[in-house]
């Protein structure tokens, strides 16, 4: 059944390209976690619309589930294929199609890596303001289905505000051509809005038109240090009442030891338990006197102990390197992640009851937290020690996990701000949406994919 | 059959406020279209989220249809009740419920006027940036109901930009609540995003959380004179490429004749087809000279015939008005509304078929035309003769809507750019959206609202 479905596909698509080696079907089926054997039927790599279309309409015919996959930077399982579905990868559509000066888009394929959108964007003088440390090896068409954020979302928002039109294959593989770039439509529901963060089970996005704007102003990078965690929203309150803030990112002195240990510099000498790293317009000499007049007024309260400006584009680089290069010093220690959020104003009490439980439930372990504190977004790594086995690992965090959706659900936080749920946050889907939204959404689903072939079981089992 | 309803929903809610005087039902019936007569069943006034509620249920199971409904300043229809509908109007519910400092987020019951709604940001130091002519009478419900744009979305985007968190009544009662001020929040479907725009077809918004934001700052307005339509794209592109822009929005000498004879006072001498008031960021002499700058480039390349800039606050409202007073002064000839927009890249191509089509197809008949051209938003008003029977008069206009369609389809533009389809625009969905989308939407309507009680006629039959 399985090669004389494949057969039928290589058939109907002669011209697609098909892998089913080993290795091929372990490379494409897997992301960045690590918790589940890659199992896919095989890989297609369509080189146009017509073949995703035709993709769907085999698929629909053979019964076959579909993952969509792209860079497959995702850390929530949602391009993971284990079950015997056939990866549908988009890394050969990744071209630009088009740019348009009066509109400020960029039109692009699905497969196009993040930072090669940047690339493009500024060679018509305008930026894709969407940023975050997988950009070299991330897709847009991923970053759409996640509705990605990243470290720039306190100035810029998420994905979601920068998408102008969306062409998406639907689960009967009809294409759909959403708001086509138009600034006003109020005509109908805006499904745009709603394949943006769907994980690819609604549809397979196969364009994006993206805006760009303006770059900011010059900029300046400041490190802080920090004596203690209720200093933390303070800072950010008094830095965003006197700056106009791009960028506001915390991590722990856990962190930063291992961002050290992989390379990086340290940059501010003793020991702090907590650290900031911000960026925020400094077009002139005022606003360069406004900072400091900030830093100064932030250590004459106690709320920061140290801090250092960088004096160069190579300083800054360093000093975000610091924050930027956590997750990548953190790989070796195979880390269970959570990435959280609450309302920015519900952060103080959220932190401190996190803390108090962490503390409690991870004696042994390793815990690094950081995050885009000004977004109310925090991820919480933790490391497995060497002498536990990886089951026995995964157990005791799904545990505290299921704790840590309790903690967010009082106080209306959500279990993934920006990784999406895909595999690994779905137990705990019910922590964040109620049972009548989540009714909803599989309604939604079965519109949009009545055969249930688009990535099954991610989001919802 | 409907006194025993009534009956049952006064026994069920006896403290509901229910109306059902001929007067009120004419009152509560009507938005600002005139074309349909009134007819619901009777008016109700909930006082809170359990009253919605509990009317939601009634209705279905009485199988009575609702008419959720604002400041009824709607202009395609959408909040009509002419078929025994009941009208569930939130205008009760019109109360600021909270304001968070770090969230930076005002909370509001859904029937309060927009600019209450500035008043209580400004209030705090902040502002609400979604503006326009109806905002003393519009209601925060509608604007969520139609992603209401404006005169500012050049600057700050449409409604939809703006939602932080929504508490909406599904069709079955339930009370959704959707997405609860997080910033970042990729944990399944943004159904918060789908209410957005939907009017009142997929679900009752009964509270929203709005974000707020600085005051932009101080800012100059300037009127402009054009000799030809050609220079309208031109002058946006030098004036948006040197200047900050707030507003830039056009209207023609018709427009201005209108609104002259209705009370406005003239800024600028001699007869010039088109104008712009533009508003922009004038912080300091260096922007004032680059306006200055901008303008004089106009004036040299013949874009611009003559101009003035406002030297006061109340100069700057009374070029305002000039722009805002159009609809209030067309209002008594019966105008018949297009609301259209495209891509701001084919705004051009686009203006000289329409002009071209109005020209033939109303040869007798008074077109004024003004808009958000930044946005490639165009409102186009046809004012009825008085020599002509309304019947007539409508059934001409919707014969050039269609041809208008025709050329909105070859253009990828929308029949709604930011009034909603209601019952007004229904007829030409199909020339913004596909078969294949009006059938998933139609399949998405069918999931939250599975008995079609909410708003049944409005978007599609």
């Not at 993952?67 to 990868?89: C, D, F, K, Q």
């Not at 240090?225 to 002195?253: C, G, I, K, N, W």
């Not at 000004?374 to 505290?400: M, R, S, W, Y």
Request: with cysteine; hydrophobic share 45%.
């Amino acid at each position: 059944m399985t090669h004389e479905a494949l057969a039928d596909l290589a058939a109907r698509l002669p011209d697609l390209r098909l892998l089913t080696d080993a290795g091929d079907l372990e490379h494409y089926g897997r992301d960045w976690t690590r918790r589940w054997t890659p199992a896919p039927l095989a890989i297609a790599l369509p080189a146009s619309v017509e073949e995703v279309q035709g993709i769907v309409r085999w698929a629909n015919q053979h019964n076959v589930a579909l993952v969509p996959s792209g860079g497959r930077t995702g850390l929530s399982g949602g391009a993971v294929a284990a079950n015997g579905e056939l990866v549908l990868s988009l890394a050969r559509m990744n071209r630009v199609l088009g740019f348009d000066a009066v509109d400020r888009t960029l039109t692009v394929q699905p497969g196009i890596a993040l930072e090669t959108v940047h690339t493009a964007a500024r060679e018509h003088g305008l930026i894709y303001p969407v940023d975050f440390a997988a950009r070299g090896s991330c897709s847009i068409g991923g970053n759409i289905a996640t509705n990605a954020g990243g470290i720039r979302v306190i100035r810029y928002g998420n994905t979601r505000e920068w998408i102008a039109g969306l062409k998406v294959v639907a689960g009967n593989g009809e294409l759909l051509d959403l708001n086509r770039g138009l600034i006003k439509n109020s005509s109908g529901y805006d499904l745009r809005q709603l394949m943006i963060g769907a994980e690819g089970t609604l549809g397979i996005v196969v364009e994006a038109t993206l805006r760009l704007t303006d770059p900011p102003p010059p900029s300046q990078v400041m490190l802080l240090a920090l004596p203690d965690m209720d200093a933390l929203m303070q800072v950010f309150a008094l830095f965003r009442a006197h700056l106009s803030l791009q960028a506001f990112e915390f991590f722990t002195d856990i962190a930063l030891k291992h961002v050290l240990a992989h390379g990086a510099q340290r940059a501010i000498d003793g020991d702090h338990p907590y650290y900031v790293v911000t960026e925020f317009d400094a077009p002139d000499e005022r606003t360069q006197e406004a900072a400091l007049a900030a830093f100064e007024q932030c250590v004459e309260r106690g709320l920061v102990s140290d801090g250092v400006i960088a004096q160069s584009e190579a300083q800054a680089a360093a000093l975000w390197r610091l924050r930027e290069g956590i997750t990548e010093s953190l790989a070796p220690h195979k880390p269970y992640k959570n990435d959280v959020s609450v309302r920015i104003g519900a952060v103080p009490g959220f932190l401190h009851e996190i803390q108090a439980l962490l503390t409690r439930e991870y004696p042994q372990i390793e815990v690094v937290w950081f995050g885009h504190i000004g977004d109310g977004n925090l991820h919480i790594n933790v490391l497995k020690p060497e002498t536990l086995a990886d089951a026995q690992f995964i157990a005791q965090c799904e545990h505290v996990t299921k704790l840590l959706a309790q903690t967010l659900q009082r106080h209306g936080g959500s279990i993934s701000a920006e990784h999406g749920i895909g595999l690994v946050k779905r137990a705990y889907l019910e922590s964040t949406r109620s049972a009548e939204e989540i009714a909803l959404m599989r309604g939604v689903k079965a519109v949009f994919d009545p055969n249930g072939l688009l990535n099954p079981g991610k989001v919802f089992a």
